[in-house]
């Protein structure tokens, strides 16, 4: 199988923050959709990469399916460069997550250009902010969202080859603590101690973690105060929360408001920020549906399985588009320098693709 495509991406540095190299990526993959007869919009933006759009025909006939992909990846510039291959591997950065992803989807699409003389029904958004939490291409997915009735995340596979049938949501939030300064030999009476309350409520935070249920809450960071001689006037807490299910979401909600609400130390206020990063992806009647479309085609029944990290695919879900995940190779050592994607999950993974999206070239 021929890589040189993929070496070409993954050569290029496209950390989140380095703009010219995800454009650089993006260029590559506008010329490639391009010779398959995709028109292109691009969503311009001036701090991070743009965000590229490739659309084709519809038939009214059949449903409108679209693919997703992210042109970021975590590495600094001259952290992790390299590309090089063995008999059974792939490496370098993004080769599992996710250009090889983007390679995968792009080559089942090219097999069907080739046989069809053209591609319906099947667009594909390829965003660049994923890797930092999609704050920017969040809004754009959402109003793209309504457009399709079913979506394919090309993020790694399991490593049996799992797809990805549900992930859980993840919410961020920000406690900020103001009390009253004063010495603390000559007027701790008289102090307001933030860095007290923020205690307080850290434990309060953590207890709302539930693991039979699958939620977590992390509060992952804590900062506060100006010395020891001093009652701390200011304090915060950066707490994560994740969860599997929307019962469970409303209620880490509910009580994280309880918590801030909570006066922990006399004289001590606090303010809340942040909210839900990317909602819970569950299992639905659509989504069945759609993998069983799906596993008639193939003539076999896909492996599955559920996931505690999030991706763009919770907002396809969450707007209630049949969404299903893991669709690109498999892999390890993802956000490390060890990052590999086995070559066999390649050859499976666009040949599967090409089966699926023979289904909407009706």
């Known amino acids: 199988m021929d890589f040189s495509v993929l070496k070409q991406l993954v050569e290029i540095n496209s950390w989140t923050k380095n703009k010219v190299g995800v454009d650089l990526n993006g260029e590559i993959m506008k010329s490639l959709y391009r010779d398959i ?38 590495f600094p510039p001259e952290t992790f460069t390299q590309f090089k291959e063995d008999a059974e591997w792939v490496y370098g950065p993004g080769v599992c997550d996710m250009k090889g992803g ?115 809450v992390n509060a992952g960071v804590i900062k506060g105060g100006i010395g020891a001689n001093t009652i701390a006037p200011t304090s915060e807490i950066l707490v994560e929360a994740r969860f599997e299910s929307l019962e469970e979401k409303n ?20 303010k809340l920020s942040g909210g839900v990063q990317r909602d819970v992806m569950v299992e639905t009647n659509a989504q069945k549906a759609f993998i069983k479309k799906i596993e008639k085609k193939l003539g076999y029944v896909l492996k599955k399985e ?36 086995n070559k066999k999950s390649f050859a499976q993974r666009i040949n599967e693709s090409y089966q699926i999206f023979e289904l909407y070239q009706i």
Request: proline share 0%.
């Open 102 to 216: 983007n390679f995968i989807a792009y080559c089942a699409l090219k097999n069907i250009f080739q046989k069809y003389g053209h591609v319906y029904n099947i667009d594909v958004l390829l965003v660049s902010d994923e890797e930092t939490g999609s704050d920017d291409s969040k809004k754009l997915s959402q109003e793209i969202a309504l457009n399709y009735d079913e979506c394919i995340d090309f993020e790694a596979a399991g490593q049996n080859m799992e797809v990805v049938v549900a992930r859980k949501g993840i919410a961020t939030f920000k406690l900020n603590f103001e009390g009253k300064a004063a010495h603390a030999g000559n007027h701790y009476t008289e102090g307001k101690n933030a860095n007290l309350a923020a205690a307080k409520a850290l434990i309060a935070l953590t207890d709302l973690t539930c693991i039979e249920k699958g939620t977590t």
């Open 306 to 341: 559920k996931r505690g990290g999030v991706s763009d695919a919770n907002v396809f879900a969450e707007k209630g588009v049949a969404t299903l995940d893991g669709f690109g190779p498999f892999g390890d050592g993802d956000h490390t320098v060890h990052e590999r994607a």
């Open 37 to 74: 007869g995709y028109q292109i919009s691009e969503y311009k933006r001036e701090d991070i990469g743009n965000h590229l759009y490739f659309k084709t025909k519809f038939n009214s006939k059949n449903t409108r399916l679209l693919l997703l992909g992210h042109l970021d990846t975590v």
């Open 251 to 270: 209620r880490v909600l509910r009580d994280i408001d309880l918590v801030v609400k909570e006066q922990w130390v006399r004289g001590v206020s606090c």
